[in-house]
């Protein structure tokens, strides 16, 4: 699992018929400090996560561990939406306090 931040979302009227119903987001890469990796992804979303939270992804093979997405063919998933996030340091991201 990965965290990223939700930076927008992906709309495609024409794609794979499995595809169908799935809600995308593009999702960016944190590193350890929290800051934005140049990294983008384009995520399905299965727990309806919004633009600016933080989530956590999966890639590969876990991300088509859903219900019903193993005959989709999907590279990246939001599975989780982030509520804390601490270090040994102290509070790295608390979803009550950000305000970005």
């Keep these: 699992m990965l965290l990223a931040k939700v930076r927008g979302t992906v709309v495609s009227t ?15 890469l944190l590193n ?13 979303d299965v727990v309806g996560a919004g633009v600016g939270e933080w ?7 876990g991300a088509r561990q859903h219900d019903g997405y193993q005959a989709r063919p999907v590279d990246t998933t939001v599975i ?7 270090l040994d340091s ?3 991201y ?6 970005s």
């Design 32 to 44: 350890d400090m929290g800051e934005l990796l140049p990294d983008y992804e384009v995520a399905a």
């Design 80 to 86: 989780a939406i982030v509520d804390t996030v601490s």
């Design 90 to 92: 102290g509070a790295l």
């Design 55 to 61: 989530v956590l992804i999966t890639r590969g093979s």
């Design 94 to 99: 608390n979803k009550r306090e950000d305000w």
């Design 14 to 28: 024409c794609k794979e018929p499995n595809l169908n119903g799935v809600k995308f987001l593009l999702v960016q």
